[in-house]
């Protein structure tokens, strides 16, 4: 089992649609965890940490779900520029290296 | 503030040559990362640098591929006798926490 898995998508959503995605980690020593956003063609940055007791950041929410080894990231309102790739995160407690989820490609469509 | 560069942007190189990529990254940050992404594919971890300590090589994919970070700033990734399979983008990020900032990368094209 990977450590952390992501479905690929892509995921086709009209404009203003909630969409969420999951992801799960295999090592229940996980203690950080994070979602990236990566655009065609650049480099990842970071677009939200995720906290155990969740977090929301205008249109976007992320929740951790420990006891199934998930979390999530809902995007409501979807806009055109939410078209990219997500990147989940997780990161074991004392150490700085963290391993990435192969990512969810998002297509908000006109 | 400055953040993650890495220079060139883009290198061309025969196959069989060797490659130098360089990463310089935010100042004060200890940990220094290198990926590396194929087209259309997710994040390939190469090798972690942490301070003084030994770097995690365990990624990189076979002894063609090294890497120094010098006075805990700096870093090099030296690719030897390219393959047309090491064309990809080569990453950095850096960190102080776990969360990562990551250089625009080098497109690498081995022709």
């Known amino acids: 089992r990977k450590e952390v898995e992501q479905d690929p998508g892509p995921f086709n959503v009209p404009e203003g649609a909630t969409v969420a995605f999951n992801c799960t980690y295999s090592?229940?020593?996980?203690?950080?965890f994070f979602w990236y956003r990566q655009d065609c063609r650049k480099e990842p940055k970071l677009l939200m940490s995720?906290?155990?007791s969740g977090n929301e950041d205008g249109r976007f929410t992320a929740q951790l779900n420990r006891a199934s080894q998930y979390i999530s990231l809902l995007i409501r309102d979807s806009k055109l520029s939410d078209s990219a790739t997500y990147l989940c995160?997780?990161?074991?407690?004392?150490?700085?290296?963290?391993?990435f989820g192969t990512g969810t490609k998002l297509q908000v469509i006109p | 503030g400055a953040g993650v560069s890495q220079s060139p942007s883009n290198k061309v190189t025969e196959k069989g040559k060797d490659v130098e990529l360089r990463c310089d990254p935010i100042s004060g940050h200890t940990a220094l990362y290198w990926y590396r992404q194929s087209l259309g594919q997710g994040l390939e971890f190469l090798i972690y640098?942490?301070?003084?300590?030994?770097?995690?090589k365990s990624g990189l994919p076979s002894d063609r591929f090294s890497a120094e970070r010098t006075g805990g700033s700096v870093s090099t990734l030296t690719i030897q006798r390219t393959q047309q399979e090491d064309s990809a983008v080569y990453l950095c990020?850096?960190?102080?926490?776990?969360?990562?900032?990551f250089g625009p990368g080098t497109r690498l094209t081995v022709t």
């Open positions: 990020a850096s960190s102080r926490t776990p969360e990562q900032y």
């Open positions: 640098f942490q301070g003084n300590s030994a770097p995690d």
């Open positions: 090592n229940s020593a996980s203690q950080s």
């Open positions: 995160v997780v990161n074991m407690m004392g150490y700085q290296k963290v391993t």
């Open positions: 995720v906290y155990s």
